[in-house]
């Protein structure tokens, strides 16, 4: 039989194994002459949360964390997708992750990476051990689906960005979102398609119309080597500072990568009664403080509650946090089936019909593009001229959200 009505992987085309932020190690080492990555040397003895990260790890101790990868790791993979992709040796790329994240990723990968070869997010919902395991024919699918050329124009680019296959169907990266743990878990945000083809027959049946890879405004090469930030003094004021984005060699720094929060802004059986203190206000104070301890470059993804309404403590709150210098964003709660309306003159974004998720992956794409604004001296108190310096700011912000 042939490749094609097989899961002959070598005889369908050449590959090369790369291992950018693995799910597993080696925890003992590894010879040179035992590798079968593509790399030169012995590979030193790993570690957990260090060198790998595995899918639900825990430590020994109850106080240890899952090993999810740190915020800064994401620098190092998109150097080092972006460098693999420009050398023009590869039609396409697999990116194996697991399900919990493997959205945000891709949906990165789309708007960061900058390149006409397709990127494909393959996931498993099953374990190879267990019976019926989905993981073979998946990579196989997405195997296919990249030989195919479906996804290229008229003139041989991508005309679909980044995708995710799974259960036989091809979803663009922006809308794929994870449902449920489950067979058949994976299903679309936003309410307006998704689902672009199917790996059955390797045809597409609807296109993407937003900015992706080459046409992205957030982009690798569009992203500055210094863009303005913020930080606290030791006096307690915020200040704007100089942020290196990117270091000589033009290459993402990890100390960089923005802290971007969710929120949410739902206060029925939260809020305490009127006159007393409330703790959104002390929970978004905390964040503030946190993020800047954390990052320069800093946002917050607001969640509205049904209807996309903040009410008025909410706007102070969320008006203090974008004049410190945090970029802010309204997004409706869950899974949005509708596009979040703006407040004429407001000081936030509206985040489409994205939900939080995919909201906190573009805003950290647009700040590391167009950086933090400026911080009123008081935020509590800000003049007619901060106020309108920051509306300023957040104007090329919106048009990324409205396209991409």
Not at 73 to 86: E, F, G, P, Y
Not at 142 to 169: E, M, T
Not at 180 to 191: E, I, K, R
Not at 380 to 398: D, I, K, Y
Request: hydrophobic share 40%; charged share 20%.
């Amino acid at each position: 039989m042939g490749a094609e009505s097989t899961g002959n992987l070598s005889g369908r085309a050449r590959f090369d194994f790369f291992r950018p932020a693995p799910s597993a190690g080696y925890v003992h080492g590894l010879p040179a002459a035992r590798r079968t990555d593509t790399g030169t040397g012995d590979i030193p003895p790993e570690k957990a949360g260090v060198d790998y990260f595995p899918y639900a790890y825990r430590g020994a101790s109850p106080t240890e964390n899952m090993y999810d990868p740190p915020r800064a790791m994401l620098a190092d993979i998109t150097n080092r997708v972006q460098h693999l992709v420009k050398t023009g040796r590869y039609r396409g790329a697999l990116w194996l992750e697991g399900s919990s994240r493997i959205e945000d990723t891709i949906y990165w990968f789309n708007l960061v990476i900058e390149t006409d070869a397709l990127l494909v997010g393959v996931i498993a919902n099953r374990p190879n051990r267990m019976l019926s395991s989905d993981a073979p024919l998946t990579i196989v699918d997405a195997v296919d689906l990249v030989l195919s050329d479906v996804w290229r124009d008229g003139q041989g680019r991508n005309r679909i960005g980044s995708v995710l296959v799974q259960d036989q169907r091809i979803t663009a990266a922006r809308e794929a979102v994870k449902e449920y743990a489950g067979p058949g878990g994976f299903g679309t945000l936003g309410g307006h398609g998704g689902v672009i083809g199917a790996t059955t027959n390797r045809k597409l049946t609807f296109l993407p119309t937003t900015h992706h890879g080459r046409t992205s405004e957030v982009r690798y090469s569009r992203i500055p080597a210094v863009v303005p930030g913020v930080r606290r003094t030791p006096g307690g004021a915020i200040r704007r500072v100089e942020v290196k984005v990117k270091d000589a060699a033009g290459r993402l720094r990890g100390s960089a990568i923005p802290a971007v929060e969710l929120a949410d802004f739902n206060a029925w059986m939260t809020a305490n009664p009127p006159g007393t203190h409330d703790p959104v206000v002390a929970r978004i104070e905390a964040v503030i403080d946190r993020c800047l301890g954390e990052s320069p470059l800093c946002g917050l993804i607001a969640e509205a509650p049904t209807g996309g309404h903040f009410d008025h403590l909410d706007e102070i709150v969320i008006n203090r946090a974008a004049l410190s210098g945090f970029v802010v964003v309204k997004v409706y709660r869950g899974t949005p089936r509708m596009f979040v309306g703006g407040s004429a003159g407001s000081l936030y974004l509206a985040g489409s019909n994205l939900n939080a998720n995919k909201a906190r992956v573009l805003l950290m794409a647009c700040l590391l593009r167009f950086g933090c604004p400026r911080p009123a001296a008081d935020p509590a108190h800000p003049t007619r001229a901060e106020l309108a310096a920051v509306r300023a700011h957040l104007v090329q912000f919106q048009k990324v959200f409205d396209t991409h």
